[in-house]
């Protein structure tokens, strides 16, 4: 079974910086076009970044464009999100799932969600 474990999140200010880190188990990392999701208390979750096997194509919410960036390190079986100017809009818990296709970085449906990494960003 496909494992994600994420880590990285945590407390920063308004405009600060932070990188988030999913390290994936149990299949072949690069295989699998790989998106990052977050969920805002009350609210769905939601799309962020995705990115697609090789690491060369990604796409990005609206909300995101410009300051986030996502990569993966297919060695290491690692995928990344640089964020930076947080803005507290973007405080949620932060998630790693496997997508079909990295123009499609809506929330998969059917996935075993790993424990998320929060990410809080104070005004």
């Known amino acids: 079974q496909v494992q994600m474990m994420e880590s990285g999140g945590g407390l920063v200010q308004a405009g600060g910086s932070l990188r988030l880190s999913c390290t994936v188990s149990?299949?072949?990392?690069?295989?699998?076009?790989m998106g990052w999701f977050r969920q805002a208390h009350g609210r769905e979750r939601e799309g962020v970044a995705c990115i697609g096997r090789l690491g060369r194509s990604t796409s990005y919410a609206s909300p995101t464009k410009g300051r986030f960036a996502i990569s993966r390190d297919n060695a290491k079986n690692t995928l990344y999100l640089q964020m930076n100017l947080l803005e507290p809009e973007d405080t949620a818990m932060y998630y790693c799932a496997p997508v079909t296709y990295y123009l499609n970085c809506s929330p998969p449906i059917r996935t075993n969600w790993g424990q998320g990494t929060q990410v809080t960003v104070s005004s």
């Open positions: 149990g299949t072949n990392f690069d295989d699998l076009p």
